[in-house]
């Protein structure tokens, strides 16, 4: 069982500060795993540990210090690991990632049965890469798992989580899940683990290498843009309602919903 | 990872390889998920974190210098440093008995054994399959460590040992021990010698569980040797180099020791800084005024001197250095820093400093045993004066 696990480097939202003028402090940009990728990771170990004789690739698309979440892969459990880096990939939106990623799928891991990522990366939280790249692949795929277990080389069954409840779903493989937040929390690589990723190499694939024109990846290749970028206003503080007298309380706050037309 | 982890060690202003960096991370994750909600807890009810400790086992923590093919990790000093440090940054208790597995059983097992030695039992203590006690304190031979009184007789093929050990880190959870006794009254600190044992070596038996002001997760206990029976191979190392051994094994506790202060001083300043941005007092943050500012500048200043000290011995170590007189300053240096900065954090605190609803009272608890344990501050001034007058 080849298994593939593709990892986003995200900036970590607890040390995330704001200057005065609403901009992005510098210094507190901090990057780490993206939280879903490594409950990601994590199901992906666990596969390959169940299935003996599996085989775990990470990769990731972005700048060279991306490499970082590569190795925490490893260090996690995975065998290898491949950085897709280019000038070429900046500016890519979900479709371009997705195709970009694809065609290393094609290209250089061409046996490869399964293929797991998280379900949002908490930058953009859109949460289409997983069923694009699928799309790009001729791959079935399965969004919003919190569990996989494989019950045979072809057929993986998948436990989704949905507003509906659980669904549980067997999937074809070769495939792709796309994971979410599970019952079981990612592991803490061991000092064997940190070590075997810090003596790892990890081969960069650039887009020459890949065999993609510029045109179709990066800013070129997005059919969609971002527009404009804001930050959300802070909300102003409620007004507290005193209930030490009900009849009065009531008053009050029927008042105050005319007023906000509420009423 | 956590809300209390205020201020990062940048990584990269200490020279740290990329290799000690991730270790420091892995350490770090560690600590905090699992080692930090059970620190109140432990320090509470005096219980030792078996739980914690074995999955320390299962991730490599308890052997970090020992080489691979004795089931360490293989890994420098300084990585060893770091993790004290990023152990006791939470919970000094886990810290400390990390420290006397390691630099107290793991370290002499590995530099003074045999070959048999190490592979019986230096395999099974750097494994972390089980924990390791050391035993050097006597009721009359505390700082005075060669006023020693346990003895050790040679009859036939064993060694008999009578006599007592006390204030031994881990000694109730150990299987495995290594102790000192003289095995010759007329030679003075030459005839002492070690030997190592195990939990149920005939005649070896546990004395009564002291109450602790501080470092209370971290069991501590009374070795009591009747007629102990130890097999003559379990001698360590030559006879009448006990004395040796262990001094040279307390320099490279003296860098662990080193770490577990500055751990704890830097756990307060952790502490003392979130508490300070968020207590508002005469309408502001209390971080607004000079009075704390400067406390809190004392504290990283010193801090900052404390973990050169540190990495400075454990590169002089790995380097194969001399590193006597620097183990002895780290060591005195950290541990007071450590008594300093939680000092100063109770301080910052105010009244909720001095309750166990906040965490500095431990720290202010378990920093005293810095100043204490593995030679006290005045041993650490003897030494450091020694070697002065030597050169």
């Known amino acids: ?263 | 990872m956590s809300a209390t982890m205020t201020i990062d060690v940048s990584e990269d202003k200490w020279g740290l390889t990329e290799e000690q960096r991730m270790i420091r991370q892995m350490v770090r994750d560690f600590a905090v998920s699992v080692v930090e909600p059970k620190a109140a807890h432990i320090d509470k009810t005096q219980e030792f974190p078996v739980e914690t400790f074995k999955e320390m086992a299962e991730l490599g923590l308890l052997g970090i210098p020992i080489p691979e093919q004795y089931g360490g990790a293989g890994l420098d000093y300084i990585c060893y440093a770091i993790t004290v440090e990023e152990i006791a940054r939470v919970c000094a208790s886990t810290a400390l008995s990390l420290a006397a597995h390691t630099s107290l059983v793991c370290l002499p097992l590995s530099n003074f054994g045999n070959e048999a030695q190490k592979q019986k039992y230096l395999t099974q203590v750097a494994s972390g399959k089980v924990l390791g006690a050391y035993g050097l304190t006597e009721p009359n031979a505390g700082s005075d460590a060669g006023g020693t009184e346990t003895r050790a007789e040679k009859k036939g093929d064993k060694w008999i040992l009578n006599g007592s050990k006390i204030f031994i880190t881990n000694a109730n959870y150990a299987q495995i021990y290594v102790a000192t006794a003289k095995t010759s009254k007329e030679m003075g600190t030459k005839g002492i010698s070690a030997f190592i044992f195990e939990r149920n070596t005939p005649g070896f038996s546990l004395g009564p569980k002291d109450e602790k002001l501080g470092m209370r997760g971290s069991d501590w206990g009374t070795l009591i040797f009747e007629d102990a029976e130890i097999p003559e191979e379990n001698l360590l190392g030559e006879l009448g180099q006990g004395f040796k051994y262990f001094m040279k094994t307390l320099d490279s506790g003296r860098i662990s020791i080193g770490a577990l202060g500055v751990g704890i001083a830097q756990g307060c300043l952790d502490k003392a800084l979130q508490y300070a941005k968020e207590r508002k007092q005469f309408g502001r943050a209390i971080s607004e005024f000079q009075a704390i500012q400067f406390m809190l500048a004392d504290m990283a200043v010193e801090i900052e001197a404390a973990r050169h000290l540190v990495y400075n011995a454990a590169r002089l170590r790995d380097a194969g250095m001399p590193y006597g007189k620097e183990a002895s300053m780290a060591k005195l240096f950290a541990s007071e820093v450590a008594s300093r900065a939680a000092n100063k954090a109770v301080q910052i605190h105010g009244g909720y400093g001095y309750t166990k609803d906040f965490p500095v009272e431990r720290y202010l608890r378990d920093a005293k045993l810095c100043e204490i344990g593995e030679g006290t501050s005045e041993i650490q001034r003897m030494v450091i004066a020694r070697h002065l007058l030597q050169q």
């Open chain 1, 1 to 263: 069982m080849n298994i593939v696990v593709c990892v986003k480097q995200v900036p970590d939202t607890a040390h995330l500060r704001f200057d005065s003028n609403d901009q992005l402090a510098q210094e507190s940009l901090e990057n780490v795993m993206n939280p879903f990728c490594e409950y990601a990771v994590e199901t992906a170990v666990r596969l390959k540990e169940a299935h003996e004789g599996s085989k775990l690739t990470a990769i990731t698309m972005g700048p060279p210090q991306a490499k970082e979440v590569l190795k925490r892969a490893i260090a996690m459990g995975a065998d290898e690991a491949f950085l897709l880096s280019d000038e070429a990939f900046t500016g890519s939106d979900a479709w371009s990632t997705a195709f970009i990623l694809s065609e290393a799928i094609k290209k250089n891991l061409p046996s490869t049965d399964l293929i797991l990522l998280g379900q949002f990366a908490t930058d953009g939280m859109s949460g289409v890469t997983g069923p694009a790249l699928a799309e790009f692949l001729g791959f079935p795929s399965m969004t919003f798992c919190k569990k996989a277990e494989l019950k045979s080389d072809t057929i993986l069954e998948a436990h989704r989580e949905t507003e509906r409840g659980l669904e549980i779903y067997e999937i074809t493989l070769p495939g792709v899940i796309c994971i979410m937040k599970c019952d079981y929390e990612p592991r803490i690589p061991s000092i064997k683990g940190v070590m075997k990723a810090n003596r790892t190499e990890i081969p960069v694939w650039d887009a020459a290498s890949l065999g993609l024109s510029a045109d179709k990846v990066g800013l070129k290749g997005s059919p969609t843009m971002v527009a404009k970028t804001w930050r959300k206003p802070k909300k102003e503080g409620g007004i507290k309602v005193d209930g030490s007298d009900p009849q009065a309380a009531v008053s009050q706050l029927i008042d105050f919903l005319r007023q906000q037309k509420v009423m």
